[in-house]
T-cell receptor, first 114, second 111 residues
Framework: DTEVTQTPKHLVMGMTNKKSLKCEQH?????MYWYKQKAKKPPELMFV???????INESVPSRFSPECPNSSLLNLHLHALQPEDSALYLC?????????????FGPGTRLTVT | KQEVTQIPAALSVPEGENLVLNCSFT??????LQWFRQDPGKGLTSLLL?????REQTSGRLNASLDKSSGRSTLYIAASQPGDSATYLC??????????FGGGTRVLVKP
């Protein structure tokens, strides 16, 4: 099974709402990632979790809060977002370690902030 | 700043023609180079991964090369088909599993 699943597929939220994005993989990977992709732009790394610990935070605003409850799950909690945060949010997973391994991506969550 | 560039940004070819997609990067100390395909509004599909110690990888009609000294990777797609129409992204792998993406090349294969 080389699948990364993400829910929901689409999400519309107001600026005062609190919502969460979910990501799951069952490939035994110990590294998981959140990326943000704006229209017609490449993905930009937000967070990296390695062995369930946050290893990289690319200076992401605190209104985005990641969580890795176990080795298969990754959440992204959203609060007080701005319209400019509307984007496709992609989750990925890979083997963990000091090197760089092949990353497998999920289908993404299309987020619209109104 | 580590940069990854893909030129051209868009490419249109007739069906059956071979595709050549270019990727250049500024830092030769890479761990690997990964090629992805993205269909509109969808996630990324991994196509090929070339480790820094390798010069090329092949999968079916796809072949990717890596030249660290010149900071370039090329993805070749043989005998293109309309189903190959998509955006192709290259990404430079660095320590800590960090990927830096190029801007992508949008490919249209005309039947």
């Amino acid at each position: 099974d080389t699948e990364v699943t993400q829910t929901p597929k689409h999400l519309v939220m107001g600026m005062t709402n609190k919502k969460s994005l979910k990501c799951e993989q069952h490939m035994g990977h110990r590294a998981m990632y959140w990326y943000k992709q704006k229209a017609k732009k490449p993905p930009e790394l937000m967070f990296v979790y390695s062995y369930e610990k946050l290893s990289i935070n690319e200076s992401v605003p605190s209104r985005f809060s990641p969580e890795c409850p176990n080795s298969s799950l990754l959440n992204l909690h959203l609060h007080a977002l701005q319209p400019e945060d509307s984007a496709l949010y992609l989750c990925a997973s890979s083997q963990a370690g000091g090197e760089s391994y092949e990353q497998y991506f999920g289908p993404g969550t299309r987020l619209t902030v109104t | 700043k580590q940069e990854v560039t893909q030129i051209p940004a868009a490419l249109s070819v007739p069906e059956g023609e071979n595709l050549v997609l270019n990727c250049s990067f500024t830092d030769s100390a890479i761990y690997n180079l990964q090629w992805f395909r993205q269909d509109p509004g969808k996630g990324l599909t991994s196509l090929l991964l070339i480790q820094s110690s390798q010069r090329e990888q092949t999968s079916g009609r796809l072949n990717a090369s890596l030249d660290k000294s010149s900071g370039r990777s090329t993805l070749y797609i043989a005998a293109s088909q309309p189903g190959d129409s998509a955006t192709y992204l290259c990404a430079r792998g660095a320590a800590g599993n960090k990927l830096t993406f190029g801007g992508g090349t949008r490919v249209l294969v005309k039947p």
